[in-house]
């Protein structure tokens, strides 16, 4: 399939301070309307200062708490009725835990999945609802090699990212056909706020590495794509690792 733009309408970025959904943003936003997303909403002056600044034609900050799942259908109604036709939605909002914490507290355990995977599923199905009733649009989800196969080291963050994964593969082949296109990322270890303090892991990459091939997905309306691509093959082989070898590798 050829190079397009994407698709036309406003651009919501639902995590609105994450650095990677922010530099995607960066890179189509020229002329555009843009929408924020996240806690604290009155704080995002920095953010939509970048965006204007790259180009968009308006940028509106709005309150969202993506573990308040009753939120959800009314925000995205709000949003349609103030803006019109959703073109990108950009799902950006996550939160690594503390693996350690979460092995023997099941509040800690429980409160990552339910941010990692349960809300991301609350709001995607809301969004496909919306976008199928609109005719079109896209959708870009974060998954993560890290629930390609889950890991002993985060082991918690790994079994939300692999539920995500399913979930929104099942979901790209339930839009098939409807005009809707699902954009789901896998990247490695990537260097940035979330993972300040930790040793970059092999084959790490930076948020505009992932952002520049996000980019390039979403115009070749790709159903998804590695960061970096080398990891597809890495996964390949580590799939069939036997189990005694895996268990001792690193985060």
Not at 38 to 59: I, K, M, N, P, Q
Not at 187 to 197: A, D, L, N, S
Request: hydrophobic share 45%; aromatic share 6%; net charge positive.
């Amino acid at each position: 399939m050829g190079v397009r733009e994407v698709d036309d309408g406003v651009i919501v970025l639902f995590g609105g301070r994450s650095e990677m959904g922010l530099e995607v943003v960066r890179r189509i936003c020229a002329g555009r309307e843009v929408v924020l997303a996240a806690r604290r909403s009155d704080r995002l002056g920095e953010e939509s200062a970048l965006l204007r600044a790259a180009g968009a034609r308006a940028v509106h900050a709005v309150e969202f708490d993506a573990d308040d799942l009753s939120g959800h259908q009314p925000l995205l109604e709000k949003l349609a009725a103030d803006h019109g036709r959703i073109g990108v939605a950009i799902l950006a909002f996550g939160i690594l835990g503390d693996q350690a914490r979460a092995e023997q507290d099941p509040a800690a355990a429980v409160a990552v999945l339910h941010t990692d995977f349960v809300a991301q599923v609350s709001l995607l199905t809301v969004l496909a609802n919306l976008l199928r009733t609109q005719g079109g649009g896209q959708l870009v989800v974060f998954g993560s090699v890290a629930g390609v196969r889950v890991r002993r080291a985060n082991y918690v963050y790994g079994s939300g990212k692999a539920g995500l994964d399913g979930f929104a593969s099942g979901l790209s082949d339930a839009l098939h056909g409807s005009g809707v296109h699902l954009l789901l990322v896998r990247p490695g270890f990537v260097i940035g706020r979330m993972t300040e303090g930790m040793s970059p892991a092999p084959l790490s990459s930076t948020p505009q590495q992932v952002a520049d091939a996000v980019v390039s997905g979403l115009r070749r309306r790709a159903g998804e794509v590695w960061v970096p691509r080398t990891l597809r093959f890495a996964f390949a082989v580590a799939r069939w690792m036997p189990r005694v070898v895996w268990r001792r590798m690193p985060r």
